[in-house]
């Protein structure tokens, strides 16, 4: 007997009526009317309306079964937020403001219906946080793993854009909110039963892991402030991001270990496991915060302060000064706990290597 | 004994070397200087600047290995070709002129770099042909199966865009160029060295299927004529897509099978397999012709000529009147050669049904 509902499988259902469904379970944020949506889903292409004067931002990111999650430890609602989360992190850290979405999905057919909603319920809740409207995109079949690649679109006036390149040496290193949460989720969640932790420790890890907030609004407040030199988002890790902006901006940099905010709760699981929480926060990457720089000079540690006042107001969110960034000849390096003074490697996550 | 240059694999080289070799791979397509790019490849997003009146237009197409292609039968570079190529056919199908991509690709850790360098070296020749710019993208590994997706935004002024929901009672529907042709030489290909056929004819059907060319000029010459009502590309097959326009416009239609440019090489095929080549035309898909419609009334036959005329000395593709759109009441129908009226079913190629 053929299943019913979201039990169904969704090759007994078929590609047309399956986009039809997934229309809506997107709701809203599938309509986007006034949005500067002319057309969203259902032509040969979506028509939109960018603000006048702004330039456009495009950031597209793919993740793949067994390489990027693991469906034994990812809920879909989970994959599908954390897909559109990592590319609303790159359009804030560019400074923009995210506006478009287009799913690409590949799915296996023994997915229920069910499964695939669950996806894109995961996609409309983070949509709707932030306005998103998803336009378009393409569902098809994949024999041997799920993929999912979301590619947004998103908007910056001229004067706004963060570019990586935009730091120079004198300037000071700041990170948003807390790093190494998204690490020791990961951990925590491989291994879950294994350690004693607190229920309200436990949520906050799987969140960090598998929900993500992207900064969207904390890159809108500091982009206001006129400060922004370079920005990137944590995607890759801390160090490596660094790297990148330090080779960007054709510069060096140094940042102080006992400065960084490593989440308390990584801290604490790090401890039961024997692990280093230092590691999870410069290397373990997926945090989602921004690393941006602010000018050095006579008035900084009052702009500094007003800042870090005005964002937390806003959004909740602190910051922290971690280091300067240095002429070029200094390289990269960290002050450590006991004050001496060594290389910061890039060392992020490289595909392809073994 | 590692290997070297382009038979490494691309394990050995590691994704951000990859990256750069790939971004050398495209050369002046992976720059676009003075093409709207403020800044491509290299940061956490492109930025881009639409020329200033214009509305964005936004699509993608997901690629799978073993569903949308065979890695026995699509040469690399065919594939990174096609994949671009199938895009750029549904920005043409909105009237609209195609300007960046962004390309995501899985890749299975036993490619060799050359292998990955020709799938964009076919990228880069098309992009080429059209004035695109690759912005951005994103490249992990795969562990099953080759993994192609590609974003193309292109933009349009707002009274040359042409939607599905665009076609009246008493229009013309013409299409561009000859059809089957993509199914024929899917035909050839799979059966290769069974069928006696000319050089000539084999290069074509080869072409056909592998190399197809988007209509990015035809549509920009046919929109410019203000004439154009509805517009679709054949990537499902001309059914399907008619029966698109036809439910998005709420009207009906009637075709007839003898005014179908079905492709000579297509017929001749078909003689030879016993195949039929009116269904490869009505069914086959990934024809990337157009299929639109224009205004019945007093002056459309010598418009008609005109436009046609027009189309042939700009880009030396042909036009054909292959039927009429009708009230909705009249359906989806087509005139046979035995002059018999039958509904024509959509019956386009659907993902996930058995």
Redesign the interface.
């Known amino acids: 007997m053929q299943k019913k509902g979201k039990d169904r499988y969704?090759?007994d259902?078929?590609?047309?009526a399956?986009i039809e469904r997934l229309a809506g379970v997107l709701g809203p944020a599938g309509q986007g009317a006034g949005q500067g949506v002319?057309?969203g889903i259902?032509?040969?292409?979506?028509?939109?309306?960018?603000s006048p004067g702004t330039?456009?931002?495009?950031?597209?990111?793919?993740l793949?079964e067994?390489?990027?999650f693991d469906l034994n430890l990812t809920p879909p609602r989970q994959l599908g937020w954390k897909a559109l989360a990592v590319n609303l992190?790159?359009?804030a850290?560019?400074g923009?403001r995210p506006r478009?979405a287009?799913v690409?999905?590949?799915?296996k057919?023994g997915f229920t219906v069910g499964f695939v909603e669950e996806i894109y319920a995961g996609i409309a809740a983070l949509a709707g946080m932030f306005g998103i409207t998803v336009?378009?995109?393409?569902?098809?079949?994949?024999?041997?793993?799920l993929?999912i690649?979301l590619?947004?679109?998103?908007e910056?006036r001229r004067t706004e854009?963060t570019?990586?390149s935009g730091a120079h040496a004198g300037d000071y290193l700041l990170v948003t909110g807390k790093i190494g949460a998204a690490a020791a989720g990961f951990a925590y969640l491989s291994a879950e039963g294994q350690q004693k932790i607190k229920p309200e420790s436990a949520a906050e890890l799987t969140w960090a892991q598998l929900q993500p907030q992207p900064r969207v609004k904390e890159a809108a407040v500091l982009v206001r402030s006129g400060l922004i030199g370079a920005m990137?988002?944590l995607s890759d890790g801390l160090a490596s991001e660094l790297h990148e902006i330090v080779q960007?901006s054709g510069c060096g940099a140094q940042i102080r270990a006992e400065r960084l905010p490593v989440s308390p709760v990584a801290v604490s699981l790090a401890r039961q496991l024997g692990a280093d929480p230092l590691h999870w926060a410069l290397y373990g990457g997926e945090d989602y915060e921004l690393l941006f720089t602010v000018p050095g000079g006579k008035g900084s540690p009052l702009q500094l302060r007003r800042l870090s006042r005005t964002l937390e107001k806003a959004t909740g969110t602190p910051l922290s000064v971690i280091g300067r960034v240095l002429p070029p000849a200094a390289g990269v390096t960290m002050i450590d706990s006991s004050g001496a003074t060594k290389p910061l490697s890039p060392h992020g996550y490289?595909?392809?290597?073994?």
Chains 1, 2 share one sequence.
């Open positions: 969704i090759q259902l078929g590609e047309f399956l002319i057309r259902g032509d040969d292409a979506a028509v939109l309306q960018n330039r456009l931002l495009a950031a597209c990111d793919l793949i067994g390489v990027h992190s790159d359009i850290a560019m923009g478009w287009l690409s999905l590949g799915l057919p336009v378009g995109g393409d569902t098809c079949s994949s024999p041997a793993c993929v690649d590619c947004v679109l998103g910056a854009i570019y990586r990137n988002d960007a490289s595909h392809f290597e073994k």
